[in-house]
């Protein structure tokens, strides 16, 4: 919504016109559109706002609001009730379209330049009022405090006057950010993405691997005594004999099964071994599968010895009563990696079966760089896990990282005696081998990498001499990622000050934990993957594996975080106390991690604050910009003076609803002027006597304005890019509210926003997983997510 200028006409009986100062058309109003300044002076005196200069917003073309020029409209958030058992993602993205076809000054080109003031370019200072509408968080690094557990606590940082130093770069990048999405711009800096990305299987794929090991540059496989099915699946007992390794509350063997000198077998042994054939039994008694269970076992050439006697039944597990049968193979270690686990795995090869030599399959060059991809993809995944010291994923209680997540490098490349699962198909005259996994229940990986699926005209500019700068390029400078080249941009933001003098909420007494921030998943398909380059969300309900699937598929675009809409009032208030568990208007305090048994949590998952900056501060700052177009200044312009209740989001913990402030351009302290103008002004040795004539706000918006209707077709609002960015800075209208996914009405100390994803994805007939997809943020209505994910 703009905001236009006009005049104010009142008559001799009171009534109010509206003069329009761009095409002087004149319309009734009533009082109750005016500011509260204005109708108290028209209940006093109504002729005294006649032929008075005002600003004004249109609604459906009719005048909505009227304030005064330079000021500010003063609605603030209003509080609302929402549901407990609905909510929104709190990120969500701005859909970033092809631009190939994009000219003009939204499309690519060389930059103009800083050597002189262009002639129709638009150089001087903006003035700009920040407010904050929720708290700020400005993390002082350098002061930070770590305790032994690696909980690390933050002042705010300050500046000489002890006030809130607020960086020039962080609005910078604020800013940057907003004008990417609403100039539809190059990305400026792109994560490679350039490898595939891995996603958990569902757990009965793992029937259909067979065990394989790497032998001559080629693939052994070892289905043991079964032979493979068309699907994969085995023809018999499972392909691999289970070796008892482990208890039930312990990640460490149990040394029931190990070789004569009473040493453990391990991974990669050739071992020889006595196996008896045991069936899996369901609770009402069914046979659901048969394995062959180790009984007995000495490295490969020692001496084995006669067989063990037969065993008894084992609860669910029973020996069919055979004969015990002498194999030899290789002892597959995986590490107790889930709670629960028992067994490992020996992987043989029945001679009576296959003659003397196991299957052989090619090893092709895609089979080896698919494992790399996938092996890299686990490693990365943990990464930060595996820095942090943790010996185990955090959601389990009895189990150690997989050996893939563990053994570095080298466990990326396939080399000779290499053991793993092949994802096999038997084609009738030979075997087809499509993947190799490292773990039966794996993760598998999707078909694309992220970046091909990024039109060209999306990617950071690469060309040297600047003919491929966006116009975020342009305005905000550009640094070749893959080379030389670079742009310092056409703007400058300095004199950030904060104007209020009780900016601070100070808990230094007692440091706020606040709550575990997210990392990015990009492998959740359903919410980074589009069903095409145009944002829009991929089919709700289809399968894992149709994410990331084709390369005519596209990303949802730029990541943003909505504005928390509605919070009630007090919200923000008495932080210290635990109040995650009471609930105002539906809304909790999730910004807080919640206590466990009374005690605080903080940890290395966490952080903790002594202070933020308090809602309602004020700084101000101004922009320096050169030799702008006035499309270039208007997609600027735009962003300072967005409609009411819209809010840019900056600083820290934006995920928990930090960071949401309101930008006001202070026209009374702003000066652009076109480069001809400057010109006269630094020919004359009189400038007081140069006429200046102020910047028309409005109109340089609507040149933005119109320049993306032409280019994107649509009304102004209804640009997708626009549509959604908007939706943003305002926030969801509807009953849900803005947290991290989670099955349960309240918030929990243990956190757990994994299970919301689980129950997502839930297979099987009793109440499988709706399979939901990230709403559309251009939507005019995004829908929201229940907590409950199953049908």
Same mark, same amino acid.
């Given at each position: ?151 690390? @606590? ?6 000489a006057q002890g006030k809130p130093y607020l960086p020039p770069t962080s609005l910078r ?154 194999f030899s193979g290789f002892v597959y270690i995986t590490n107790k990696n889930i709670d ?83 994802? @096999? ?90 709550a575990i921030l997210g990392q990015p998943k990009p492998q959740q398909a359903r919410f ?7 944002? @829009? ?112 989001? $900056?600083?820290?913990?934006?995920? $928990? ?135």
């Open positions: 919504m703009s905001v236009l200028k006009g005049e104010l006409r009142v008559n001799n009986r009171g009534n109010i016109q509206l003069r329009f100062q761009d095409d002087n058309r004149r319309q009734g109003i009533g009082d109750q559109i005016l500011t509260k300044s204005f109708y108290e002076t028209y209940q006093e005196n109504p002729q005294a706002l006649d032929r008075l200069e005002v600003e004004f917003e249109l609604d459906n073309n009719q005048p909505c609001r009227v304030r005064e020029v330079g000021g500010v409209f003063q609605d603030t958030p209003k509080p609302k009730t929402v549901n407990p058992k609905v909510f929104h993602n709190p990120y969500n993205f701005v859909p970033a379209l092809p631009r190939n076809n994009i000219t003009g000054e939204l499309g690519d080109r060389k930059p103009i330049g800083h050597g002189r003031y262009h002639a129709n370019h638009w150089t001087g200072r903006i003035a700009v009022k920040l407010t904050t509408i929720t708290p700020l968080l400005i993390p002082d690094a350098a002061e930070m405090e770590e305790d032994a557990q690696g909980h690390k @606590t933050f002042p705010t940082r300050l500046d990048g604020m800013l940057r950010s907003a004008y990417e999405a609403v100039t539809n711009s190059r990305l400026s800096v792109l994560d490679p993405h350039d490898m595939r990305l891995a996603y958990r299987m569902p757990a009965q794929l793992g029937l259909q691997m067979v065990p394989a090991r790497v032998e001559n540059n080629e693939l052994k496989l070892y289905p043991g005594t079964s032979g493979i099915g068309s699907d994969g699946r085995p023809e018999g007992p499972m392909y691999a004999a289970w070796l008892s390794f482990y208890n039930y509350n312990s990640t460490k063997p149990h040394r029931k099964i190990t070789y004569p000198d009473r040493s453990l077998p391990q991974h990669g042994d050739h071992v020889s071994f006595w196996a008896e054939k045991f069936e899996r039994f369901s609770h009402n008694g069914n046979a659901i599968f048969s394995y062959w269970k180790v009984r007995k076992i000495v490295k490969f050439g020692d001496n084995l010895g006669s067989a063990p006697n037969r065993s008894s039944d084992q609860g669910a597990h029973k020996p069919v009563g055979q004969e015990l049968r002498q629960g686990k028992h067994d490992e795995r020996v992987f043989f090869r029945d001679n009576e079966l296959s003659d003397d030599e196991p299957i052989s399959h090619s090893l092709s060059n895609d089979l080896r760089t698919k494992w790399k991809e996938l092996i890299t993809n686990y490693q990365e995944i943990h990464k930060e896990d595996l820095r942090k010291g943790w010996t185990s994923p955090p959601a389990l209680n009895n189990s150690c990282w997989s050996r893939q997540v563990i053994s570095g490098a080298a466990e990326r490349q396939l080399s000779e005696g290499s053991l793993c699962y092949a994802k @096999t198909r038997n084609k009738g005259r030979g075997y087809q081998v499509d993947e190799l996994y490292p773990v039966m229940i794996t993760r598998g990986l999707f078909n694309q990498a992220p970046i091909t699926l990024l039109h060209e005209s999306l990617k950071p500019a690469t060309q040297a001499d600047k003919s491929q700068l966006s116009p975020a390029d342009r305005v905000f400078g550009w640094v070749n990622q893959k080379g030389k080249g670079s742009y310092k941009g056409q703007l400058r933001i300095h004199s950030v000050t904060c104007q209020s003098d009780d900016p601070l909420d100070d808990f230094s007494r007692t440091p706020i934990p606040l980074y993957n589009a069903q095409d380059r145009q944002g @829009t969300p991929l089919n709700q309900g289809g399968s894992k594996d149709s994410g990331y699937r084709s390369s005519n598929q596209g990303l949802r675009g730029r990541k943003v975080y909505p504005h928390h809409q509605g919070l009630p009032n007090g919200h923000w208030d008495n932080p210290q106390q635990d109040n995650t568990q009471r609930a105002t208007q539906g809304h909790y305090p999730e910004y807080r991690r919640p206590q466990q048994n009374g005690v605080e949590q903080k940890d290395d998952q966490n952080r903790s604050m002594k202070s933020w900056v308090k809602v309602g501060t004020e700084f101000t700052f101004d922009i320096d910009v050169v030799n702008l177009s006035e499309v270039e200044l208007g997609g600027l312009l735009y962003l300072l003076t967005l409609p009411d209740i819209h809010f840019h989001r $900056l600083g820290g913990g934006k995920p $928990l609803g930090f960071g949401s402030v309101r930008l006001d351009l202070i026209e009374s302290d702003t000066d652009l002027r076109p480069g001809q103008d400057w010109s006269e002004f630094y020919q004359t040795l009189l400038p007081d006597e140069v006429v200046v004539k102020p910047i028309n706000v409005s109109q340089c918006v609507k040149t933005y304005q119109n320049a993306v209707e032409a280019a994107y077709g649509g009304d102004f609002e209804t640009v997708r890019f626009i549509a959604a960015f908007c939706r943003s800075a305002k926030g969801f209208d509807d009953n849900a509210a803005v947290r991290y996914p989670r099955i349960t009405p309240q918030p929990t100390p243990e956190g757990e926003a994994f299970k919301w994803f689980v129950e997502n994805e839930r297979e099987g007939n009793n109440e499988p997983g709706m399979k939901l997809v990230l709403p559309d943020l251009a939507d005019p209505a995004p829908a929201s997510f229940p907590i409950q994910p199953t049908t």
